[in-house]
């Protein structure tokens, strides 16, 4: 492993599971508590890491660092009232993606107080193939990346509904392509079903989508597949007509 990797693989440890100690830590990323202490030291001399009673835990310098550059993204600002509208008239959790490498980043989600929401953060990033928003992102792309991307990266499964086939997904991303809508039914989540729509402009190169995501229980049937889908459609498109005129 090399030193940068070793830092950053120090970092999310800590971010998942800190406070922890050097041992811990040694233990956990497979090296020496040498190489831990000293990638440490510099972590902390730059004002990433604290220490505290023996152990090291992040501080929020990160935190700033990740809302410097979303800020500064045409796409969120445009999006982000949109997004905050579209959690009200649904109800449920709206959240805007940008794909990155094989993954879809969360930049930003809006929830109502009593509305399902995943237990994760702005920043966390969800598999392409197992998420509406992923599969509105691969389909803004070419058959040939998307190839490249599952043998880089596979297909894995979450649940017995992922899609691990990759003559099925290129099936779904032409309908995805038509409609301009993407659906998940349970295959990253059980029980938890989303519908995304594609957002082309800005300033992420046309890899990005919002999405409306909840349990089954709330998004099924004709209030799923025409109300909610066609209110995410509808934002989808206003976001671009901002994004042309900004």
Request: proline share 2%; charged share 25%; with cysteine.
């Amino acid at each position: 492993m090399n030193a940068t990797k070793t830092s950053f693989t120090l970092l999310e440890t800590l971010a998942a599971d800190g406070p922890l100690g050097v041992t811990e830590l040694a233990s956990r990323i497979d090296t020496t508590k040498g190489t831990v202490h000293n990638h440490l030291t510099t972590l902390r001399s730059l004002g990433y890491v604290k220490q505290v009673d023996g152990r090291y835990d992040l501080t929020l310098r990160s935190l700033a660092t990740g809302e410097r550059t979303r800020d500064r993204m045409q796409l969120f600002r445009v999006a982000k009232p949109y997004l905050d509208n579209l959690t009200k008239t649904t109800g449920e959790y709206a959240g805007l993606y940008v794909g990155e490498a094989s993954c879809a980043t969360r930049v930003y989600h809006a929830t109502c107080s009593d509305s399902w929401s995943p237990s994760s953060v702005n920043g966390d990033q969800v598999p392409l193939h197992a998420t509406a928003a992923g599969k509105a992102i691969l389909s803004s792309m070419s058959d040939d990346r998307v190839e490249d991307c599952i043998r880089r990266h596979g297909l894995d499964r979450y649940t017995d509904g992922t899609i691990t086939d990759s003559s099925r997904l290129f099936e779904q991303l032409r309908k995805v392509r038509d409609d301009r809508v993407a659906y998940s039914r349970g295959e990253r989540i059980e029980d938890v079903n989303g519908v995304a729509a594609p957002i082309r402009g800005g300033d992420t190169d046309g890899r990005a989508a919002i999405c409306v995501v909840g349990p089954d229980e709330v998004l099924h049937g004709r209030h799923f597949e025409e109300d909610v889908t066609g209110q995410v459609f509808s934002t989808a498109k206003k976001i671009e007509l901002d994004l042309r005129s900004a």
